[in-house]
């Protein structure tokens, strides 16, 4: 196997792991979302607060993998689109890793003030504003940027890319709907918008975990060095 499917497998697995780490931890925390107060007065369920911390800090680390071991095939297409993706993963991260220091300091408050009410919902909002303005919006690098890379290298099937190109901006101006109050972040609007995002990344994880980069890919061949290639000299699959 060639090192670049090696990287082609690990961009699969990392992109997996994102899932495997986001989706439990958001579960996680809701006790904490949905009540703080109750939760800095009550018994609370601190090592469930721990543990979603845990996956969020390996969903920092796989969020950012994806975009560094892509980094070294990608650039190859066009280098400032390869590297605008991982400054897009690096400041999405930076707005997760904000959000676990808010809910570990509700935590933190129940074991040492427990009256700090106001306390307390603040930083349950202040996480809720961390994962709109950061997983909520950067989709857009995921999403848009990181598909139209696929689109133009032929890395994967380029039918695909299109849930990537189309459902970013789609999930972008859902988030932005809710940062102005004109529908609930929670509302039918952004779960409707979410799935073509979902459908995008989760084929990333399967299909180059199983399968790897498509090998007529014309950016995998050796030495290539290619930095604009027109999408018309990209096969479809």
């Known amino acids: 196997m060639s090192t670049d499917q090696k990287l082609a497998r690990w961009f699969g697995v990392l992109f997996l792991i994102t899932f495997a780490t986001s989706i439990p931890a958001l579960a996680l925390y809701q006790p904490v979302l949905d009540d703080p107060v109750a939760y800095i007065t009550g018994g609370g369920h601190d090592n469930q607060i721990y543990l979603a911390a845990l996956l969020e800090f390996f969903l920092i680390v796989s969020g950012i993998g994806t975009a560094v071991v892509l980094y070294p095939i990608a650039k190859r297409q066009n280098e400032v689109l390869a590297l605008g993706y991982v400054a897009s993963r690096i400041i999405e991260s930076v707005f997760i890793a904000m959000g676990i220091i808010f809910m570990l300091g509700v935590v933190s408050l129940r074991h040492d003030l427990s009256s700090a009410h106001d306390a307390a919902f603040t930083l349950a909002a202040l996480k809720d504003w961390t994962f709109l303005l ?104």
């Open 134 to 237: 950061g997983p909520g919006f950067f989709p857009l690098g995921n999403g848009l940027l990181l598909g139209y890379l696929m689109y133009r290298s032929g890395l994967v099937p380029r039918r695909m890319t299109w849930l990537g190109m189309i459902g970013a901006p789609l999930l972008f101006l859902a988030n932005v709907g809710a940062l102005f109050d004109w529908w609930d972040g929670g509302s039918t609007v952004p779960a409707l918008a979410v799935i073509p995002e979902f459908i995008w990344e989760l084929f990333l994880g399967v299909y180059c975990t199983i399968w790897g980069f498509r090998k007529d890919a014309p950016i995998l061949a050796e030495g290539s060095e290619v930095t604009s290639r027109p999408a018309a000299a990209v096969s479809p699959a």
